[in-house]
């Protein structure tokens, strides 16, 4: 470990987690793909060979060509196009940004939900606690495609409802996970210190306790981005989540769907195997952190 | 003991309560069951007669409690779609959601035990670090995508097996199953490794944990000094212990393959339950959606409370925590 760079030597949560994805070829290789697949979501407008939404940019007369073809303004289509004459890699570009947009939105909102909830509970104990882990208990009792689909079924659907539900599912695992840490934080004594020196409670929580609560948090982050972009895809491939208006890789899979036993593969495999390689790479990352970022292991 | 039940079987009760009456509020009081069930040249008395005789015109609580009042009898309405009491739609489409569960559940600890077993025993090594992340793989594959690629490859593009539907059924013990013919089981084939991959994985994950925290134990220690042979210590004694877990944790995960085969059955238009809720949730067949919804919620708070019974009977300590 001599020849690391200075930021990687340091003992902070930032410098160990990327020391244990870099000491692992397998988890380098992982971080890179989804570096570069954010990327490639952000920068779709400038990347995407056209715009698929573009209606001016479009030539029905070459829908459905297969990969490497060439269409009739001269350009080429890598992945092939779909029934509207869209370019298919464009297209997934655009839904990734989707996909990525709302797992990483949902699971944000989940983990500020689930660590504020779960450190109120930690804290708090008696009945305020037993009431909100009861209800965390329920939560994980069931399992998220049920609780999803009842959530649309009483809201109706769109784009902030999927996030809604998708947020409503995982809040769960992160309150479990950060009461856990908080119990064994409170007993520590610069906690105690901390309550001697006369901080408000809201300061020892979120100033105090839950720095020290952060590695858990940043492992189950990581899978439930992960898990929020495999639910909503399939919410979306059941027609029960995003509008059409904004397809995301779950949506433009389904639209493949209808066409596959025709034998036009490429519009599902394709967005499919994106969606694979993106929920692939961040679970490879998160298994990662979890080795390296365990308290058990470190201590 | 009594105590401790008493308690979670009123929490389930709770439960159940606040989920019909969202569930009710959600699908009856936001949307109009009028403008599904009259044309839309309706005059106004018309309107006023039906909302009579549906009992519409009552205030909210009013009609939630009508609406619990035949829902405890097992009556949740007529199915728009089907014009058929909507539990007997359910009811009927059970068994072969059942079917696919039970033979996804069962592959899953075919394939996933001997899995795990062997990297847990090999821990570290290069099979276990190939097996390790075959199962990550496996939780990360879109079940729905898998499902269209199993389609395209064995019906498509090899033509071995069917696609769709749930083919021929026989009937073994007075049971209609797919069991009893060749096209039967043809058909099951491919729903069911779809609806188990992901099961699979859990599975692998399970039995290595088991078997890396059995190993290093003390009976293992004398079994091998006894002079017992490596494998029937793994078989035999070691299989023994980590089972209890496995089996606790496929015992809830039955309710979420019940509740993932929603996916399944849309890919291979398997006609059970889960199919039946998405095509419901599209005509808007409300009594169809409601009935589904409290009848799987009442399935896994009956699994839940079975799960914390077991839990508290076997291990006293979870009693004595709780109270």
Not at chain 1, 211 to 236: F, G, H, K, R, Y
Request: one cysteine or more; hydrophobic letters at 55%.
């Amino acid at each position: 470990m001599s020849k690391a760079p200075s930021f990687l030597r340091g003992q902070s949560l930032f410098a160990r987690a990327i020391r244990g994805i870099l000491m692992s070829p397998k988890a380098t290789v992982a971080l890179a793909v989804c570096l570069l697949l954010i990327a490639a979501a952000m920068l779709a407008p400038l990347l995407a060979p056209q715009n698929p939404y573009d209606l001016a940019q479009i030539d029905f007369f070459d829908s459905k060509l297969p990969p490497l073809s060439e269409g009739s303004t001269g350009i080429t289509y890598w992945l092939g196009t779909d029934t509207q004459g869209r370019d298919m890699l464009s297209a997934m570009m655009y839904g990734l940004r989707t996909s990525l947009g709302v797992g990483l939105i949902s699971g944000l909102f989940a983990l500020a939900v689930g660590t504020s909830l779960g450190l109120i509970a930690a804290y708090a104990g008696g009945r305020l606690d037993s009431f909100i882990m009861r209800f965390v208990d329920l939560m994980l009792g069931f399992p998220t495609i049920l609780v999803a689909l009842m959530i649309l079924v009483v809201f109706g659907q769109g784009t902030w409802k999927v996030i809604l539900a998708l947020v409503f599912v995982q809040w769960a695992y992160f309150a479990r996970a950060v009461r856990a840490a908080a119990l064994v934080e409170s007993s520590r004594d610069y906690v105690e210190a901390a309550k001697c020196l006369g901080l408000s409670s809201p300061r020892i929580l979120f100033a105090q306790i839950l720095p020290n609560c952060l590695p858990p948090l940043i492992v189950i982050a990581t899978i439930q981005v992960a898990s929020a972009i495999a639910a909503e895809a399939t919410l979306s491939f059941l027609g029960i989540g995003l509008p059409i208006t904004e397809p995301s890789l779950g949506l433009l899979i389904a639209n493949g769907y209808q066409v596959l036993l025709a034998g036009i593969y490429w519009m599902s495999v394709f967005p499919g195997l994106l969606l694979l390689v993106l929920v692939f790479s961040i679970n490879l990352v998160g298994d990662r952190l979890r080795e390296t970022l365990n308290p058990r292991l470190v201590q | 003991m009594t105590a401790f039940l008493i308690r979670r079987l009123m929490q389930a009760v709770i439960v159940l309560i606040a989920t019909s009456v969202i569930v009710f509020t959600g699908v009856f009081a936001i949307g109009d069951p009028l403008e599904i069930l009259l044309p839309a040249d309706a005059s106004i008395a018309e309107r006023e007669q039906v909302a009579e005789s549906l009992g519409l015109n009552e205030p909210l609580p009013v009609q939630y409690l009508g609406f619990v009042t035949d829902a405890v009898q097992g009556d949740f309405g007529r199915s728009f779609v089907y014009n058929r009491p909507a539990t007997e739609v359910i009811l009927e489409r059970l068994p072969a959601t059942l079917e696919l569960t039970f033979t996804a559940l069962v592959l899953s600890l075919v394939i996933g035990i001997p899995l795990g077993l062997w990297a847990g025993v090999k821990a570290g090594s290069a099979t276990d670090e190939t097996i390790m992340t075959g199962s990550i793989l496996g939780f990360s594959l879109p079940n729905f995508w898998q499902g269209m690629m199993l389609i395209m490859i064995f019906s498509v593009t090899l033509g071995w097996l069917p696609s769709t539907g749930r083919g021929e059924t026989g009937t073994i013990l007075g049971v209609e199953t797919s069991f009893a013919t060749w096209d039967g089981l043809k058909h099951l084939l491919l729903p069911a490794i779809n609806l188990a991959l992901a099961q699979t994985a859990l599975v692998i994950r399970l039995t290595r944990t088991g078997v890396q925290e059995t190993m290093p134990l003390d009976f293992v220690k004398f079994a091998r000094a006894r002079g017992i042979s490596s494998p029937r210590i793994l078989f035999v004694h070691v299989m023994k212990n980590i089972l209890i877990p496995i089996i606790t944790v496929i015992g809830i995960e039955f309710g979420s393959l019940v509740a993932f085969a929603v996916v399944t059955e849309t890919i291979f238009a398997w006609p059970g339950i889960g199919k039946l809720i998405i095509d419901s949730i599209n005509a808007l067949d409300r009594p169809i959606i409601v009935s589904y919804i409290l009848i799987v919620v009442t399935m896994f708070i009956v699994i839940n409370f079975c799960v914390d019974a077991l839990y508290s009977l076997l291990d006293p300590r979870i009693r004595v925590s709780a109270q």
